[in-house]
């Protein structure tokens, strides 16, 4: 079964761009979670989406967006990118909240 | 504010020992726990979950849950140089929330 596909694995940015970045779940998995670490802080959580709905959302600005398409491949999206965006973006799925939750290899984003 | 508290460390340990590894947990209607390792540069790998009290062990791997004194603990056996990594504990309520993860480092 294939794992967590995150894509692209690498990404530089300058100040004030956008980027899109690209999820695809285990198959058959319907939850999606984004999370932002960064070098001293933990996982920091951005927001979950089931079924195409976003059901949770973390404590980061309207500029981190989200959503979810019918085959459960999520995009998250960051818009006006500040130096404080550079991170290591990853994406987590899992039939549900309560049951495990695998992560994908992560977009490491570098804003210059 | 759910919150999942774990000691940042590190936590050293000679290899061949026992590590200890313990988190709490503040929403009593939590009802899913795991533990990840993550290796410098990686991401998260999920290397145990525990839904009910008492213990679950996987190979050299024991996760303890005591949802009354709501803290859950995970066990390594005979540790390896290689189990030297940054271990996160999640809990699982209608959202999965994460500790801050503690460093282990296990000396040969």
């Known amino acids: 079964k294939a794992g967590v596909t995150q894509t692209p694995r690498y990404l530089i940015k300058t100040r004030g761009q956008q980027v899109t970045l690209s999820c695809s779940p285990i198959s058959g998995h319907r939850s999606v979670s984004w999370y932002q670490q960064t070098p001293g802080q933990g996982l920091q959580f951005l927001f979950e989406y089931f079924s195409e709905t976003q059901r949770n959302k973390g404590n980061f600005p309207g500029r981190f967006s989200g959503r979810q398409f019918s085959n459960s491949r999520s995009e998250m999206n960051v818009s006006t990118l500040e130096l404080g965006d550079s991170a290591l973006y990853l994406c987590?799925?899992?039939?549900?909240?309560?049951?495990?939750?695998?992560f994908g290899q992560g977009t490491r984003l570098t804003v210059v | 504010q759910k919150e999942v508290e774990q000691n940042s460390g590190p936590l050293s340990v000679p290899e061949g020992a026992i590590a200890s590894l313990n988190c709490t947990y503040s929403?009593?209607?939590?009802?899913?726990f795991f533990w990840y390792r993550q290796y410098s540069g990686k991401s998260p790998e999920l290397i145990m979950s525990i839904y009910s009290n008492g213990d679950k062990e996987d190979g050299r791997f024991t996760a303890q849950l005591n949802k009354a004194s709501q803290y859950v603990s995970l066990l390594i056996r005979d540790s390896q140089p290689s189990d030297s990594a940054t271990y996160l504990c999640a809990v699982g309520g209608n959202m999965l929330t994460f500790g801050g993860g503690t460093r282990l480092m296990v000396k040969p």
């Open positions: 929403d009593r209607g939590s009802q899913s």
């Open positions: 987590a799925s899992s039939l549900s909240t309560l049951t495990k939750a695998f």
